[in-house]
């Protein structure tokens, strides 16, 4: 299958289970990889046999922006299937969303969740 992968989204966001993740924003990394047969739209050059990625964007910062959860397994949740509900030619996301502030005791890169939805899993 074909994948359109965007790569490295920076947000600022307030999602965690203690009260300041909630009242100051942190930084968080999103990837998303969408996957859709891409030949149609390379064989006619035409944005409407596929995804703008764009739009995508626009999507997953509105997610991050402008909600609150307590886990970011919840926040790839609602990515993921908020870009199938908008994206019909989709059959699949993947998500990753990063918080390299992660309120944990010592040195770390980040903590981080990965989720594949399809299709299916919207019922």
Request: aromatic share 10%.
């Amino acid at each position: 299958m074909d994948k359109i992968i965007l790569k490295g989204l920076n947000f600022w966001g307030c999602h965690g289970l203690l009260a300041e993740e909630k009242d100051k924003p942190q930084p968080f990394k999103v990837d998303v990889v969408l996957f859709h047969d891409q030949k149609t739209a390379a064989r006619t050059d035409d944005i409407e046999a596929t995804v703008d990625y764009s739009r995508v964007f626009h999507e997953v910062r509105q997610v991050v922006e402008q909600s609150s959860f307590n886990l970011i397994e919840t926040l790839a949740e609602e990515i993921s299937l908020r870009i199938l509900k908008r994206f019909p030619l989709l059959t699949a996301v993947e998500t990753t969303v990063y918080k390299p502030q992660a309120p944990i005791e010592g040195e770390f890169d980040y903590v981080a969740v990965q989720i594949y939805r399809c299709r299916e899993d919207m019922v």
